[in-house]
T-cell receptor
Framework: DSGVTQTPKHLITATGQRVTLRCSPRSGDLSVYWYQQSLDQGLQFLIQYYNGEERAKGNILERFSAQQFPDLHSELNLSSLELGDSALYFC?????????????FGPGTRLTVL | AQSVTQLGSHVSVSEGALVLLRCNYSSSVPPYLFWYVQYPNQGLQLLLKYTSAATLVKGINGFEAEFKKSETSFHLTKPSAHMSDAAEYFCAVSLRNQGGKLIFGQGTELSVKP
C-alpha cells in the first residue's frame, strides 16, 4: 500500500458524459501527478500540481481539467467523454515537486466509456 | 524532446535465469532515469533510479541497472528470476527543469516459467 488513495476504483459511463476522479496523496506530500494508461498510448503524464499550483503539464486534452485543493487532495475532471478516453488513470504523490522526489502511485481508477 | 524506448513488449525467462530488460533513452541533457514495476491490478512501484551519481544502480528485489551514456541505455537486470518477478516493467526519464514529470516507455511484460 503506497498510501495514495484513489476513488472510485471503477467507473463506467457513456459517451458525452462528465466524470470526476479523486486522489488523496500520502500524508505530508505536497505534489500530485496524474497519469493515463491506455492500450493505445501507454502510460502518459497528464498534469502535476504542487501545493495547489499547477507545476507541469503534459498531453492533457482540453476536455480534461484538474485541480488541487487546500487540503492537498486532487480531482481530475473528464468531460464530453469519448470511447478513446477509456483507460486506467493513476494518481501519484511526492513530498516535493521535482525529480529528486520519489513518486508513490495509487492503485488507479479504471474508466470505461461505453 | 526526451523519449524512452523499451525493446521487447514481452520477455519470457525460466525461473533462475538471467533477466534482462532493455531501455534506451533520448535526451538532449543529462536525464534522471527510473525503472518501475507494475503487478496486476496495482499501481506502479519504484525499483531503482539513476540520478547522475554511480552508473551502476542497485534497487529493490535484487534488480540493478547500469547507465551507459555512450549507448544511451539503462538496461535492467537480475541474476536469477523468481516466479514473483512476473509483472510489467516500465522505464522512465525525467528532466530537471520539468517539475517531476515522468516520460514512460511502452513497458515490457516479464513472464517467468517454472
Amino acid at each position: 500500500d503506497s498510501g495514495v488513495t484513489q476513488t472510485p476504483k471503477h467507473l463506467i459511463t457513456a459517451t458525452g458524459q462528465r466524470v470526476t476522479l479523486r486522489c488523496s496523496p500520502r500524508s505530508g506530500d505536497l505534489s500530485v501527478y496524474w497519469y493515463q494508461q491506455s492500450l493505445d498510448q501507454g502510460l502518459q503524464f497528464l498534469i502535476q500540481y504542487y501545493n495547489g499550483e499547477e507545476r507541469a503539464k503534459g498531453n492533457i486534452l482540453e476536455r480534461f481539467s484538474a485541480q488541487q485543493f487546500p487540503d492537498l487532495h486532487s480531482e481530475l475532471n473528464l468531460s464530453s467523454l469519448e470511447l478513446g478516453d477509456s483507460a486506467l488513470y493513476f494518481c501519484a504523490s511526492s513530498v516535493g515537486g521535482t525529480i529528486h522526489n520519489e513518486q508513490f502511485f495509487g492503485p488507479g481508477t479504471r474508466l470505461t466509456v461505453l | 524532446a526526451q523519449s524512452v524506448t523499451q525493446l521487447g513488449s514481452h520477455v519470457s525467462v525460466s525461473e533462475g535465469a538471467l533477466v534482462l530488460l532493455r531501455c534506451n533513452y533520448s535526451s538532449s541533457v543529462p536525464p534522471y532515469l527510473f525503472w518501475y514495476v507494475q503487478y496486476p491490478n496495482q499501481g506502479l512501484q519504484l525499483l531503482l533510479k539513476y540520478t547522475s551519481a554511480a552508473t551502476l544502480v542497485k534497487g529493490i528485489n535484487g534488480f540493478e541497472a547500469e547507465f551507459k551514456k555512450s549507448e544511451t541505455s539503462f538496461h535492467l537486470t537480475k541474476p536469477s528470476a523468481h516466479m514473483s518477478d512476473a509483472a510489467e516493467y516500465f522505464c522512465a526519464v525525467s528532466l530537471r527543469n520539468q517539475g517531476g514529470k515522468l516520460i514512460f516507455g511502452q513497458g515490457t511484460e516479464l513472464s517467468v516459467k517454472p
